[in-house]
Every structure is written in structure tokens, then in C-alpha cells.
């Protein structure tokens, strides 16, 4: 950094690998130490005096914080998904916005099959299971579950996780259909996957897998409508983000047994209150939203944030930015 003054960045948690390190020979570093997210008011504080903010998901970035932090330049967003900023805010502010696309498509995707092998297969019930004192001898009726090979899996959204997944599915025969708005000859010609409409996929999907952004459009894109037509004793799993699902609707399936089960990384809300009704179903697999968390993939994440943050603090475009017209 050629400026005397070292820019003031603030970073909402610690991060893995070396890219904090990194950071901190560069600008004025300044990283909130603790496990649970800074506050609201920690946060406004923080970004009133900071150029530069290093922010996970579960930070709000939205217009009253950037009204009250005039010098703001850069959010780098330690995540490909960035529904916790109000990017359009950012962009009439002109406070770059980065984002971490690309570096954890193949272990997103790989979790994501893990909860499918996971649901289809019982593996969290069985593990129950066996730890209760429960198992008493082979049984031909025991945790009985559905088989993923051979299966019709349905992708709601193919970009690069879903793709990935596709690949993935593609090594267990399933049958591969997608909704998209735009048809992806690549990925068909890669995995035999066909595009369908919407009432074609719900209807024909053993697994309904979900891989879309959370935005206005895809808030709550499976609901009570959505679920009543699913295949009856489908499965659901959901990797992309809680809100995409109806959580009312999603307990109400479930209960009723019309939806087979549900794997969910993301819920709504985040973390889930204890008394949840989904806490108590059988027929549910819950993580803490963990699709992407690898050593390695959540070292990169880090760094490419840190790439990002040091690119627009220099002025220039950073790599993966997600407001790119302030670059024109
Ligand atoms: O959910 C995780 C991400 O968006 O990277």
C-alpha cells in the first residue's frame, strides 16, 4: 500500500490460513475477536470508522450503516452468497462490494451429496442408533431408507454448485433434471441432465436439491403449493439458504408425511431456536450450515476475501466483485 496512513479495516471474526496475517502488514487491522458476531451496535460502530469491512453472513450490511460510515470504501464478503448486503446501497455509495465465488463450489457440492447419502440413507438416525444401546441384531426391517442410485434427482438452480452436484449425481445414475431460466447445453451434454418446468421437476423428483441465491424472487420458492406438488415421500435437501424454503409450509409436510424428509444446512431462522418443530421430526437431517467448511476451502475463502478487501482499497477492481459497473 503506498499511503503513509494505513487504511482501517475492520474484520467481524476470526478467519482460517494465513490471510489475516496477510492483512495485517497492510493496513490498520482491526478483527473482532470473539465467537458470536459482533453486535449491531459494534458493527455500526466499527464501520463509522473503518475504509474497509471483512464480513461473513451474518452480518448485516444494509443502508443505515452506510449512512453512518461516510469513509466506507470496500465489503468483502467472506462467502459467495451476499444476501446480508444491500449491494444497490453499496453501489449508490460507491462501496465496492467482493464476494468468494469459485472457491467452494466443489466442497458445497460435496456436503451437499453427503446429505443426500445422509437423508436417503438414515446414516444420523442409524448413528442414534446404535449409540442408544438400541441395536439388538440384524434386522430385515431395520432403518429402512430410499435408494439414491438410480434415482430422479431435481437441481432448482445449475449454476456452479448445482453443476457440481449434477456431476456428482451423475456417478450414481440418477436421472438429472433442472429449472433454470436459461438452458445449460454444457452441463446436459456433461451429465445427461434435461431441463424441465417447474410443475415437471416437483412432480418428478425423488430428491429436490436447491442451489439457488436468496433473493426477492427466490424467497420461499418452495412453499405450501410447491411441497403439495412434490412426488408424495420426496426428499428435500437445502444447501443454498433457509429463506428459500417456507418454514411453516416445510413443518406442516413433514408432519403430515406427504414430504419424505428434509436435509437442511440452512435454515430460517439461523440458528434455529431450540423448540423448533423441526428439532423434534425423525425425518429431518440438520447442520449448522456447514456446506463449504474444509480447512482448505475455507482458508481460500478467506484469502480471496482478503484479495478482494486489498484490490478496492488500492483503487482497483477486485477479482471476484460484486458491484462491477464502479469499474467502468
Ligand atoms: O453459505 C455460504 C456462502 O454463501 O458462501
Not at 458445497?108 to 438416525?125: P, T, Y
Request: net charge neutral; hydrophobic share 45%.
Amino acid at each position: 500500500m503506498a499511503r503513509t496512513v494505513r487504511p482501517r479495516v475492520f474484520v467481524t471474526r476470526q478467519l482460517p490460513g494465513e490471510a489475516l496475517g496477510r492483512l495485517g502488514r497492510l493496513v490498520d487491522l482491526h478483527v473482532w475477536p470473539q465467537e458470536l458476531p459482533p453486535s449491531r451496535d459494534t458493527l455500526l460502530a466499527e464501520a463509522a470508522r473503518s475504509e474497509g469491512l471483512v464480513t461473513l453472513l451474518t452480518d448485516q450490511v444494509d443502508a443505515r450503516l452506510l449512512a453512518q460510515a461516510p469513509g466506507l470504501r470496500v465489503v468483502s464478503n467472506v462467502a459467495v452468497g451476499y444476501d446480508n448486503i444491500d449491494v444497490p446501497a453499496c453501489t449508490e455509495r460507491r462501496v465496492v462490494v467482493g464476494n468468494t465465488p469459485g472457491a467452494l463450489t466443489e466442497t458445497s457440492a460435496d456436503f451437499a451429496f453427503a446429505l443426500i447419502l445422509g437423508l436417503a440413507r438414515r446414516v444420523a438416525e442409524a448413528d442414534a442408533y446404535v449409540r442408544a444401546g438400541h441395536w439388538r441384531t440384524w434386522s430385515p426391517t431395520l432403518l429402512l431408507g430410499t435408494d439414491v442410485y438410480g434415482a430422479t434427482l431435481g437441481i432448482v438452480g445449475p449454476g456452479a454448485i448445482g453443476s457440481a452436484v449434477a456431476r456428482r449425481a451423475r456417478g450414481f445414475g440418477m436421472r438429472i433434471l433442472y429449472v433454470s431460466r436459461e438452458p445449460r447445453p454444457a452441463l446436459e451434454q456433461e451429465t445427461g441432465a434435461r431441463r424441465v418446468d417447474k410443475a415437471t421437476l416437483l412432480s418428478e423428483a425423488d430428491i429436490l436439491t436447491l442451489h439457488v441465491p436468496l433473493t426477492p424472487q427466490t424467497r420461499h420458492w418452495v412453499g405450501r403449493a410447491e411441497l403439495a406438488a412434490m412426488k408424495p415421500g420426496a426428499l428435500l435437501v437445502n444447501t443454498a439458504r433457509g429463506g428459500v424454503v417456507d418454514p411453516d409450509a416445510l413443518v406442516e409436510a413433514l408432519r403430515e408425511g406427504r414430504l419424505g424428509g428434509a436435509a437442511l444446512d440452512v435454515t430460517d431462522p439461523e440458528p434455529l431456536p431450540p423448540d423448533s418443530p423441526l428439532m423434534g421430526l425423525p425425518n429431518v437431517l440438520l447442520a449448522p450450515h456447514i456446506a463449504s467448511a474444509t480447512h482448505a476451502t475455507r482458508g481460500r475463502m478467506a484469502s480471496m476475501a482478503v484479495d478482494n478487501l486489498l484490490a478496492a482499497l488500492e483503487g482497483r477492481r477486485p477479482p471476484h466483485c460484486v458491484n462491477p459497473e464502479l469499474f467502468p
